[in-house]
């Protein structure tokens, strides 16, 4: 069956980065289009960056060259890179398959904070 794990959250003061990490089983990896979303207390669970099989990516305007989403086909990891974390970046951050969502995983809390 399809298992997600996200790692790698943490607190991390405002302007800090953090790198997530996603291990993915029981999909066609390379094949799969996958992202990462994020749901703060409150609102719903959005998606905020996406890459393809083919390497193309998507971001949210709200982490737009801020975030850098990558892939390791081989290890089959996705990542996720934080750079100049602000408060409303704090949530926790899921892993999934977009427009074909999977059993989600226990997602990676991250939180911004001084």
């Known amino acids: 069956q399809v298992q997600l794990v996200e790692s790698g959250g943490g607190l991390v003061q405002p302007g800090g980065s953090l790198r997530l990490s996603c291990a993915a089983s029981?999909?066609?990896?390379?094949?799969?289009?996958l992202g990462w979303y994020r749901q703060a207390p409150g609102k719903q669970r959005d998606l905020v960056a996406s890459i393809l099989s083919s390497g193309d990516t998507y971001y949210g305007d709200s982490v737009k060259e801020r975030f850098t989403i990558s892939r390791d086909n081989t290890k089959r990891m996705l990542y996720l890179q934080m750079t100049s974390l602000k408060p409303e970046d704090t949530a926790v951050y899921y892993c999934?398959?977009?427009?074909?969502?999977?059993?989600w995983g226990q997602g990676t809390q991250v939180t911004v904070s001084s």
């Open positions: 029981g999909i066609i990896f390379s094949n799969s289009a």
């Open positions: 999934n398959v977009p427009f074909n969502n999977q059993p």
